[in-house]
């Protein structure tokens, strides 16, 4: 019996191999004994499992396979349920031995036999759950099935579907009630400046500008000036707010090691750094802050594009402007598979001691520049803007000092390594009027946010509020 365990199981089960073994020996015997019956034998012994395995191969049994996921997105620590449906659809009886095929990091794939016991009208259904502790698209299936002939004499695995693409978004943490988003009514909305019945001497005027429709034009201020004026109204208005999202790559390595992830077998790591992924986490936990407060939102990556136009994930990767729930779920998705961009190698300049990309001099040029200045001015001082930045340069400092000017208020979190060396950059940036802190990915993003609002001192205070909770609960 340990012999029969020890040979390959993907042509034959115990008991093929154990017919195989007696036809050898029953062919063995008839060419010592001379007897034409052990001969006859023999050979049915050894044909019966050749004949089983070549059939098995030719005629597979087919199956119609319908995977569920619920919910169809997850966050991050969540649990998702999947539910399979498996139906016959060809040929072939008997039972079937099934297996789910899944990425490593959800542990030992599920195995279960076709049909289920509570199998109803040829369908066979199954349920198990899924928990990741990390972001990301990743592929669940495909289902592999093992077949088996009538007799029990030989096997063959094989996929019967293709699997389906779980998506995995990062979880929002909760941030405290600041004044960040700056001044707005209770439901989020700005206020306005428009009476409630305003006269002839209280409406506001400008000039007629081409494409304004004429029921707006205002006849009295228009015979007053001589010239075609209309009416400027202020109406109530939803803010906006901007976030710029670094994924550059340069900016979030530090050295050896501090870039993880490379494609796998299911195509599921990403190329991140924990640095980038405390990014990440702040996109999601202000985009869903500012959305419960009724901001649209904006996310532009640091050379003015649209922030996701490179995530795989992203339902619109072109789109740059997000508002309401689907678009809070949009911004979710997108940034499930955000990863790390531009060239994966950096050099540092000697002379001016500036991280450069290797055979891309130009790179540090096309961030800040702009392209971006444009996209900022043009929502000029509708709302804030909230700046996620990898470690940069003096003069990339420099160069996004001046968008602070285009914003009601400004703020930008530098997440580094190293956050003391980070002064120079810090003050460049608070000479352009923004707000800055340099954090480390180790900082709690509640901590950061109310930086902004009650300075350094309560940072490390709700810091140290984080630990002792952490600590309780272990």
Not at 267 to 288: I, K, R
Not at 445 to 455: I, R, V
Request: net charge negative.
């Amino acid at each position: 019996m340990a012999l029969l365990d020890s040979l390959p199981r993907h042509l034959f089960s115990s008991r093929g191999w154990g017919l195989l073994a007696a036809g050898a020996v029953s062919l063995l015997c008839a060419q010592v004994m001379g007897r034409r019956d052990l001969l006859a034998l023999g050979v049915l012994l050894v044909v019966l499992p050749l004949v089983s395995l070549a059939g098995i191969r030719v005629v597979k049994p087919r199956f119609r396979v319908y995977r569920e996921f619920s919910p169809s997105t997850v966050e991050t620590d969540s649990v998702t349920t999947v539910r399979l449906a498996v139906a016959r659809t060809g040929l072939g009886t008997g039972r079937v031995i099934m297996e789910e095929r899944l990425p490593p990091r959800f542990g030992e794939s599920p195995a279960f036999r076709f049909p289920a016991r509570s199998a109803s009208g040829g369908t066979s259904r199954y349920e198990y759950h899924l928990r990741s502790g990390k972001r990301g698209q990743v592929t669940i299936g495909p289902v592999s099935a093992e077949f088996t002939d009538p007799f029990g004499l030989s096997l063959h695995r094989h996929s019967i579907d293709d699997g389906d693409t779980l998506t995995v978004t990062p979880a929002a943490v909760e941030l405290p009630p600041t004044g960040l988003a700056g001044a707005r009514g209770n439901d989020g909305i700005t206020a306005t400046r428009t009476r409630a019945n305003p006269s002839d001497d209280d409406v506001m005027t400008r000039e007629y500008r081409h494409g304004d429709p004429m029921r707006r034009v205002h006849w009295p201020a228009t015979a007053r000036h001589g010239a075609l004026m209309v009416r400027q109204e202020e109406s109530v208005t939803t803010p906006e707010a901007t976030v710029i999202l670094d994924h550059r790559f340069v900016a979030h390595s530090s050295g050896y090691g501090s870039v993880f992830g490379s494609p796998g077998e299911d195509g599921s790591d990403l190329v991140t750094s924990d640095t980038f992924e405390w990014a990440v986490t702040a996109a999601m936990s202000v985009g869903a802050h500012l959305a419960e407060l009724n901001y649209s939102l904006r996310f532009l990556d640091a050379a003015g594009e649209p922030a996701f136009h490179r995530s795989t994930s992203a339902p619109e990767p072109d789109s740059e402007e997000y508002s309401g729930a689907a678009g809070l779920q949009s911004i979710a998705e997108s940034l499930a598979a955000i990863q790390l961009t531009g060239p994966h190698h950096a050099r540092r300049d000697h002379d001016t001691g500036r991280r450069e990309h290797a055979g891309n001099a130009d790179a540090a040029q096309s961030v800040f520049d702009d392209r971006l200045m444009d996209k900022l001015a043009a929502h000029r001082m509708r709302g804030p803007v909230l700046a996620l930045l990898g470690k940069i340069s003096l003069a990339e400092a420099r160069a996004l000092a001046p968008a602070a000017g285009y914003a009601a208020n400004a703020f930008a979190v530098v997440i580094t390594d190293k956050p003391a060396d980070c002064h120079d950059v810090l003050e460049a940036l608070r000479v352009g009027g923004w707000r800055a802190v340099a954090v480390e990915a180790s900082t709690s993003l509640p901590a950061a946010w109310m930086y902004f609002d009650e300075g350094e001192a309560a940072m490390w205070t709700a810091a140290a509020d984080v630990r002792r909770g952490a600590e309780v609960g272990r």
